[in-house]
């Protein structure tokens, strides 16, 4: 018999296989360089000093199981592991590489790491590269992705697309082992933190901009009264505009972080409703728009006394949840705010708290210009303006919608939107209900007994990990 047929026997593979992925492991973890980069230095498979004098014993003791720990190793590393003969057979994969979709009938698919296993078995110097996988339509299943403390801004990375970096060296006679690390989300959150930059820079050297140039024209109207005073509250304007961008985006620094959970507790949803509501009362009253709080199905004083909060205990009318006040407040408050600088003068604003479906829904539904279709799967993106002209005559600054998501998904809920051009938009969190005893459902749109019929024939989208007028 000779070497060749000896080598594809499956019981010398398995045995070559298990003891030589050790060797690589530990070049992999040694000599490990990001960015495209050929590693000079080979590993010599026979080299008995790496893992024991016997092949047969493991790199962790002459009493550890060679087969048992090296599965065990496979399967707490971070990366997708798959050996592979220089014809690109595959001789052993991790489940997390076949999760990747680049196996097919026990051979690889793609045709980039076959190039490079083929480079390989010509010098056995380890190499490694990063490639962009188009999936042609399949979806990234399996591929773990982050909990998405971030939100899209700009363009977003391809769904249909992965950033695969691939490490692929010798580790015994016609054997290689090809590491293949996800990229995808770490390139994602690249994208968006340029993007966030250049808005950044770009929302700052607006109002700036305007300062400096109003108090040169302030400066060549020092003898008249009259345009000193204009020009003086346009700058006034113009300060406050950027003052408010500086606090939002502290805000949305404060939502990103992961403090919402650690002080979580049993909340009360209808006293944190009337804060929110209660701080955009003067914004309402400056439109003569109205705001309407319900509860189970109930409206309710925006401003109860006593006697009301007494009644409303009695009746056991409030729901609960587990979040943190601020946050949870914070996220209401923007809504409300949002509603009211996009409605026309004397319409409505309501907020309604129901059980749907056995969780929390808090529903903020108003008449004002709505959003268009194309527009409502990037509302959420920091910076995103439907009209950006409007959003400058309302004083918006594009981050309003991010920080209330953000705040919504740090207390473990979702939040979706409707909405129609003309007719208005519902904004939904839903948040789990706190323990305790179950009650019946009570649709928390009944603050506004069209916005049920509104959903059903009007647009709608709905994010939990990511999605201004």
């Keep these: 018999m000779t070497l060749e047929q ?65 599965r065990q190793l496979v399967a707490v590393m971070p990366e997708a592991l798959v050996v592979v003969d220089s014809l690109a057979t595959v001789q052993y994969a991790s489940p997390a590489a076949r999760r990747f979709g680049i196996i097919h009938d026990q051979a690889m698919a793609l045709a980039e790491i076959r190039d490079i ?55 015994a006679d016609n054997l290689f082992a090809i590491f293949i690390s996800d990229m995808s989300e770490q390139r994602r959150f690249e994208i968006m933190r340029r993007d966030f930059v250049t808005n950044v820079s770009h929302e700052l050297k607006t109002p700036a901009g305007a300062i400096s140039l109003l108090a040169e024209t302030i400066g060549d109207a020092a003898d008249d009264p009259d345009a000193v005073k204009y020009f003086s509250g346009r700058i006034s304007k113009e300060s406050e505009r950027l003052t408010e961008l500086v606090h939002r985006l502290i805000d949305l620094q404060k939502a990103q972080s992961a403090a919402a959970m650690l002080n979580a507790e049993r909340l009360s949803v209808l006293p944190v409703a009337r804060e929110a509501l209660a701080e955009n009362q003067v914004k309402a009253e400056s439109k003569h728009i109205s705001l309407v709080l319900s509860v189970n199905g109930r409206q309710v004083l925006v401003h109860a006394n006593a006697e009301e909060l007494a009644k409303e205990a009695e009746q056991n009318l409030d729901v609960f949840v587990v979040a943190d006040h601020e946050t949870i407040k914070t996220a209401v408050k923007n809504l409300v705010e949002n509603a009211i600088n996009y409605s026309p003068e004397h319409t409505t604003v309501a907020v309604g708290i129901g059980i749907e479906s056995g969780k929390v829904a808090i529903r903020v539904v108003d008449q004002g210009i709505g959003i268009p279709a194309a527009s409502l799967s990037r509302i959420f993106e920091r910076f995103y303006r439907v009209d950006p002209a409007r959003s400058r005559e309302t004083g918006g600054t594009g981050l309003g919608l991010a920080i209330t998501k953000h705040c919504v998904e740090d207390c473990g809920g979702t939040i979706s939107v409707w909405s129609r051009e003309g007719e208005g938009s519902t904004f939904t969190i839903t948040m789990p209900q706190a323990s305790g005893a179950a009650e019946p459902d009570h649709p928390a749109d009944s603050a506004n007994d069209n916005t049920r019929e509104k959903k059903q024939s009007g647009h709608s989208t709905t994010t939990e990990n990511e999605e201004n007028h």
Excluded at 14 to 20: K, R
Excluded at 119 to 148: F, M, Q, W
């Design 6 to 70: 000896m080598l594809a026997t499956p019981s010398v593979v398995a045995a070559l296989v298990v003891v030589a992925v050790v060797v690589f492991v530990v070049a992999f973890l040694l000599g490990r360089r990001r960015g495209f980069q050929d590693v000079q230095d080979s590993v010599d498979p026979n080299d008995p000093s790496l893992f024991g004098a016997a092949k047969n014993t493991s790199l962790f003791g002459p009493r550890v199981p060679v087969q048992s720990t090296e």
């Design 117 to 171: 296993v083929k480079l390989v078995s010509t010098d056995s110097v380890v190499r490694e590269r990063e490639l962009t996988i188009p999936l042609h339509g399949r979806t990234r299943t399996g591929v773990v992705n982050t909990n998405g403390k971030g939100v899209e801004a700009g363009k977003p990375l391809p769904e249909d697309t992965l950033y695969l970096h691939v490490r692929v060296g010798q580790i």
